[in-house]
């Protein structure tokens, strides 16, 4: 089926057991999937314990902001511009801490404790 079809159509399809895809416009490009999909990927590499994942939070901001923004939901763009600022410091910290060397010793703790 092309083109949008109405919510008693989708409800039907439901019932028969077909997936259904909501979208808020035909002419839009569903920026919405974006940033979900970001924020799902760099949630996913938070919980895994990776911290690479500066880059695409800043991705989904950007992508937040200017939809909402769009959209005229104020309020929220103002929540994820908010969150933003805290992603861009995050970033150039991490991306500071990264290009720190720190020298490694071989020497064991606790031959230290005993030789002190």
Same mark, same amino acid.
């Given at each position: 089926? $092309? *083109? !949008?079809? $109405? %919510?008693?159509?989708?409800?039907? =399809?439901?019932? &028969? *057991?077909?997936?259904?895809?909501?979208?808020?416009?035909?002419?839009?490009?569903? =920026?919405?999937?974006?940033?979900?999909?970001?924020?799902? &990927?760099?949630?996913?590499?938070?919980?895994?314990? /990776?911290? =690479?994942? /500066? &880059?695409? /939070?800043? !991705?989904?901001?950007?992508? *937040?902001? $200017?939809?909402? %923004?769009?959209?005229?939901?104020?309020?929220?763009? #103002?929540?994820?511009?908010?969150?933003?600022?805290?992603?861009? %410091? #995050?970033?150039?910290? /991490?991306?500071?801490?990264?290009?720190?060397?720190? =020298?490694?010793?071989?020497?064991?703790?606790?031959?230290?404790?005993?030789?002190?």
């Amino acid at each position: 089926m $092309t *083109g !949008l079809a $109405t %919510i008693g159509r989708a409800l039907e =399809e439901l019932r &028969l *057991g077909r997936p259904v895809l909501v979208v808020d416009d035909e002419d839009r490009e569903n =920026e919405g999937d974006v940033v979900l999909a970001g924020s799902m &990927l760099a949630t996913y590499g938070m919980a895994r314990g /990776w911290v =690479e994942f /500066w &880059l695409i /939070w800043i !991705l989904v901001d950007i992508v *937040g902001v $200017t939809t909402l %923004i769009q959209a005229e939901y104020y309020p929220t763009a #103002g929540m994820y511009l908010f969150y933003a600022v805290f992603v861009v %410091i #995050g970033f150039v910290v /991490w991306l500071r801490a990264s290009r720190t060397v720190v =020298e490694v010793t071989d020497t064991d703790p606790s031959e230290q404790a005993v030789s002190a």
